[in-house]
């Protein structure tokens, strides 16, 4: 069974028998919960066989939904850190350190019901980073491209990054913005997506990365 099989399998029983009777439907600690278990799920790398995530993860929420929260937050943040840590230790995942922690602050640019989440190195308080997409070797030669939230990549015009490329799916990869990170998806393309050489189902990227999609390089920069 995959890594995000078993998250899958073990997240929803432990996030319910946590929170949903310790807390009011207006409240939203469930919520923060899975999110928090995406983006540890979607920083996850694969080292050699050994899973490793980010150890420290930061929660910002609008100042009314602090304001709400605010009384259970130790509770919270020793909740929301306990269910990361039995997760990991159910799929094998180490975190870098050897510890985790989840920390809640109030952010004012985060509207009501909104939650942004940052993982160690990455400082949420300066708002969110910018990425792009470099064409190192390709078809458009010298390509870039800004990545948003979300930018699907393949040989189809419905995508946000188009390559000319016959060794590319017509959807081929995604990019998606997770916790202050970009994080690069395959999508069952026929030909895979490699990191640094590397053929990947999904990673989380850093600035300098070399990306491939068929015949086609990339490297990505985080600005």
Not at 74 to 102: C, H, I, P, Q, S
Not at 151 to 162: H, L, P
Not at 183 to 190: A, F, G, K, N, Q
Request: proline letters at 4%; charged letters at 30%.
């Amino acid at each position: 069974m995959s890594f995000f099989a078993r998250i899958e399998r073990f997240c929803a029983d432990l996030i319910e028998r946590t929170f949903a009777k310790t807390f009011p439907a207006d409240l939203e600690p469930a919520q923060i919960a899975r999110k928090l278990v995406a983006t540890m799920e979607a920083q996850t790398r694969d080292d050699d066989g050994n899973l490793h995530a980010p150890g420290a993860y930061a929660v910002y929420v609008s100042p009314d939904d602090y304001e709400r929260l605010a009384e259970h937050r130790r509770y919270l943040e020793r909740a929301w850190a306990d269910l990361l840590r039995n997760l990991a230790r159910k799929v094998g995942v180490t975190f870098d350190g050897g510890r985790v922690t989840v920390t809640m602050s109030v952010a004012a640019r985060i509207p009501l019901g909104a939650i942004e989440i940052a993982v160690a190195g990455a400082d949420a308080g300066e708002g969110p980073r910018s990425f792009r997409l470099l064409t190192i070797k390709g078809v458009p030669p010298d390509g870039v491209y800004e990545i948003g939230q979300r930018a699907r990549i393949g040989r189809s015009d419905d995508g946000e990054v188009v390559l000319l490329d016959p060794g590319v799916s017509r959807s081929h990869a995604v990019i998606e913005i997770v916790g202050g990170a970009a994080v690069v998806r395959d999508l069952d393309s026929t030909n895979g997506t490699f990191v640094n050489g590397r053929r990947v189902t999904q990673r989380s990227l850093k600035n300098g990365d070399e990306l491939r999609f068929g015949n086609t390089r990339m490297r990505l920069e985080a600005r």
